[in-house]
């Protein structure tokens, strides 16, 4: 189910899909901390793996949603889980009401 919205999401089309490993996606990549050195990521890469993060925690909860009525996963490991997931989902939502209200202000710029 998370693999369709994954599809669908605009995040994931940045710089082109790639799948992610559910062993990696506990939580959202961290960027790493610059110490006076320039990295080279562009914006695309960051959004793309931001939303690769977001997409990774969604399957992490998903997974253990489906463990969870197996009865192989505790309530509470579910519970962070989803939490998680909705927090992920909840910034990415905001990220992109950002990117979206600031490209229609640049677009609403006179010449």
Do not use: H
């Amino acid at each position: 189910m998370i693999d369709m919205i994954a599809a669908s999401g605009a995040l994931s089309r940045l710089s082109g899909g790639a799948d992610t490993e559910l062993a990696s996606a506990a939580t959202m990549p961290q960027m790493p901390a610059t110490s006076g050195v320039p990295t080279s990521n562009s914006f695309a890469d960051v959004m793309q793996s931001l939303g690769e993060g977001v997409v990774s925690n969604l399957k992490v909860a998903e997974g253990q949603s489906f463990a969870a009525v197996r009865g192989e996963a505790a309530t509470r490991d579910v519970v962070d889980s989803i939490m998680k997931a909705e927090q992920s989902l909840q910034t990415a939502i905001a990220i992109r009401d950002k990117l979206v209200t600031a490209y229609l202000e640049i677009a609403r710029m006179q010449i």
